[in-house]
């Protein structure tokens, strides 16, 4: 057998502990409607298929730099805001994907 790699292994044992238990919860339909899509890049109005931590990138406006990089918390069916200084032109990608509590079937309701 050919020896896997610690990482790849926990990643694949992961995988299927979650998918094991979404399917005794009623719950691998949520989960399949959530496809992580890394790259792309959201703007105001759009929808967050994903629930996770996201990237926020803002514009500058009229050259000057009015807020850094940040991240914040979005969940699934946001739909991502305007924001106060660079209105639409805030780009939001997410950075890790993440379940709510209420939602992640290892823990009792
Ligand atoms: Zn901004």
Same mark, same amino acid.
């Given at each position: 057998? $050919?020896?896997? %790699?610690?990482? #790849? =292994?926990?990643?694949?044992?992961?995988?299927?502990?979650? @998918?094991?238990?979404? &399917?005794?919860?009623?719950?691998?339909?949520?989960?399949?409607?959530? $496809?992580?899509? %890394?790259?792309? #890049? =959201?703007?105001?109005?759009?929808?967050?298929?994903?629930? @996770?931590?996201?990237? &926020?990138?803002?514009?500058?406006?009229?050259?000057?730099?009015?807020?850094?990089?940040?991240?914040?918390?979005?969940?699934?069916?946001?739909?991502?805001?305007?924001?106060? @200084?660079?209105?639409?032109?805030?780009?939001?990608?997410?950075?890790?994907?993440?379940?709510?509590?209420?939602?992640?079937?290892?823990?009792?309701?």
């Amino acid at each position: 057998m $050919k020896k896997m %790699k610690r990482r #790849e =292994f926990l990643k694949t044992a992961g995988v299927a502990a979650i @998918g094991a238990g979404c &399917v005794k919860a009623g719950i691998s339909k949520l989960h399949a409607e959530e $496809k992580p899509s %890394k790259d792309k #890049e =959201f703007q105001p109005g759009e929808k967050a298929t994903t629930s @996770g931590v996201y990237d &926020v990138f803002h514009d500058k406006i009229d050259g000057e730099q009015h807020a850094h990089q940040h991240q914040v918390i979005v969940m699934a069916g946001t739909v991502f805001p305007r924001c106060k @200084g660079c209105r639409q032109w805030v780009k939001f990608r997410l950075a890790q994907q993440t379940v709510f509590i209420d939602k992640d079937p290892h823990f009792e309701t």
